[in-house]
């Protein structure tokens, strides 16, 4: 099934998903200044901490969305409307086992979030109170991981940024009112988190559930095959190893730089906002990747891979350049706009080139993941994470101790690099071994 890829159609997917994902910080900004309004450091201490606590639980559930992406790419590319449904529920029956999972064991996630902080008592109360709340929206965040999946795999980034603007906008405004007007505080702030999660799930089934029913009904033997549901874990699975190799891989960054005092942990916290931000936008053109390849590959379509590849990549380096240089010339402005402390703001500012950079050297890395998830090749993404995190700890043994914190950030750098690096070079056998397995269209 011929299709072509366009600068147009990469830029359909990229805009809609980049404004997506730069709605995300704005619920964590007014959740932070609701909470701060009650001018209590330990309550701002449990949030953040609670925050952390459920960033990691659920970023090691990231594979959802992803897996389901690749899925129902390739199925939308071969015209298998049936098959991307059951996609779609086989992913709905994982998150809803997963999600009441985590919410039942919602103590125990809180204990182990207290365990690693060591806060004083009154944060670990916060924290305590926050996980335990937020945990009861986990089947409907689980949920929406696998909506956006779907949507993402047809290619329908204007939905997913409404699914996004409103799932974020309910957040805030019930930040808002109940944490601010009610004076609910952190427990506030947790329960708009949970109203946001099930807004968007109840939206996201209601236009699911009434496309469905102008299709042709499924039949839930197909749903429930044996087979399809393994190739789904194992998707899951290697994607999650690899989410779980990028937490220790910056773990390991703010454990060492930790190493070097607390002023120079504070400038690489404050470094790392730069990098986080321009991941924003890259996920963007990433999720492009995924589609298309995606496509590409169910499709049986070679030029249409590697048109994908190419347009996306050539636009993620562009963007990665504007990125960077926009932090060499602004980035000094913005340092001392996000830190008031002299000490903080003068190491910042010094390895400022480092982090800036980042965007270039970690765009390929990002790339190719959304090519690598696209195709389902997620074993060579599993791999290649594992040695480029093994790369990472040898430079972190080495580096650092020879070129201080300088040594850090090239260690970080060297990961990034890695990632790509390695993935780019298996990209040309793979797509060979893939695209000459079948009959591929000209």
């Given amino acids: 099934m011929p299709f072509a890829v366009t600068n147009r159609s990469v830029l359909a997917i990229a805009v809609p998903m980049t404004l997506a994902y730069l709605t995300t910080p704005f619920i964590g900004l007014v959740g932070t200044a609701v909470v701060g309004q009650f001018g209590d450091a330990a309550l701002l201490g449990g949030l953040a901490a609670g925050a952390v606590a459920f960033d990691v639980v659920f970023t090691s559930f990231n594979f959802l969305r992803a897996g389901t992406t690749a899925l129902v790419a390739q199925a939308f590319g071969r015209g298998d409307a049936a098959e991307e449904q059951a996609v779609f529920w086989r992913a709905v029956v994982i998150a809803l086992i997963a999600g009441i999972v985590l919410a039942l064991t919602a103590p125990l996630t809180s204990l182990a979030g207290q365990w690693f902080m060591q806060a004083e008592p009154r944060v670990s109360e916060t924290l305590d109170h926050y996980v335990r709340i937020r945990m009861l929206g986990a089947p409907f965040a689980l949920i929406n991981y696998a909506i956006l999946g779907y949507i993402l795999g047809r290619g329908e980034g204007s939905f997913a940024l409404f699914l996004q603007a409103t799932l974020n906008g309910v957040n805030i405004a019930i930040s808002l009112w109940l944490g601010l007007h009610m004076g609910w505080g952190v427990e506030g702030v947790a329960w708009a988190a949970v109203a946001g999660e099930a807004a968007g799930m109840a939206i996201g089934l209601a236009v699911l559930l009434r496309r469905f029913g102008r299709e042709p009904k499924l039949a839930w033997g197909r749903v429930f095959d044996a087979a399809a549901f393994k190739r789904l874990f194992v998707l899951n699975r290697d994607i999650m190893i690899r989410s779980l190799s990028l937490l ?195």
Wanted: charged share 10%.
């Fill in 248 to 442: 220790v891989a910056f773990a390991l960054f703010t454990r060492q730089g930790a190493q070097f005092g607390t002023v120079t942990l504070a400038a690489n916290a404050v470094l790392m906002n730069f990098f986080i931000a321009a991941g924003f936008f890259l996920d963007g053109f990433a999720a492009a990747a995924e589609q298309l390849a995606g496509r590409a590959v169910g499709a049986r379509y070679e030029p249409a891979f590697r048109k994908a590849v190419y347009l996306c990549s050539i636009w993620g380096f562009a963007l990665a350049g504007s990125m960077t240089t926009a932090l060499l010339v602004f980035g000094v402005d913005l340092i001392q706009l996000i830190s008031t402390a002299e000490d903080v703001r003068v190491i910042a500012i010094a390895f400022l080139p480092w982090a800036a950079f980042t965007a270039l050297s970690g765009v390929l890395a990002f790339q190719m993941d959304g090519v690598f998830i696209g195709a389902a090749w997620s074993r060579d993404m599993r791999n290649m994470m594992v040695l480029s995190l093994l790369v990472f700890i040898a430079a972190l043994m080495t580096l650092p101790a020879a070129y201080g914190n300088a040594g850090l950030w090239a260690s970080l750098h060297l990961l990034l690099a890695a990632r790509g690096l390695c993935l780019l070079l298996l990209l040309r056998s793979r797509a060979r071994a893939t695209f000459q397995s079948g009959v591929v269209a000209h």
